[in-house]
């Protein structure tokens, strides 16, 4: 079974950068989208970045394109998400997660079997 264990949260100032990372026990070319979820108090999970490991496409949801970026090692096996000029509203509990099917583009977290078990992100103004 594919284990994921995300690191890098912790606290900012607003316009600052963080660099998350996912370790997976295994290759994830096999899972058919990976992605990078959150989710902030009293709120639902809602998808942050995704990738079709098919063709490496890669989708944002609206709030942080321009400002997040999601990569892969060249070993496949580790998944990132850079965020740069951060804001409060980022603030949020961070999951990566792995799916054999669905649509990626659609960054839907009921979508994904796979889950890390977080790492908090924590932006001050």
């Known amino acids: 079974q594919l284990q994921l264990v995300e690191s890098g949260g912790g606290s900012v100032q607003a316009g600052g950068s963080l660099r998350l990372s996912c370790a997976a026990s295994?290759?994830?070319?096999?899972?058919?989208?990976v992605g990078w979820f959150r989710q902030a108090p009293g709120k639902k999970r809602e998808g942050v970045a995704t990738?079709?490991?098919?063709?490496?496409?890669?989708y944002y949801v609206d709030s942080v394109k321009g400002r997040f970026t999601i990569s892969r090692d060249n070993a496949k096996s580790t998944l990132y998400l850079q965020m740069n000029s951060l804001k409060p509203e980022d603030t949020a509990i961070y999951y990566c997660a792995a799916s054999q099917s669905g649509y990626c583009y659609q960054l839907i977290p009921t979508d994904y079997p796979y889950w890390g078990q977080g790492t908090q992100v924590t932006v001050s103004s």
């Open positions: 295994e290759n994830t070319d096999q899972y058919f989208c």
């Open positions: 990738i079709y490991t098919g063709s490496g496409n890669t």
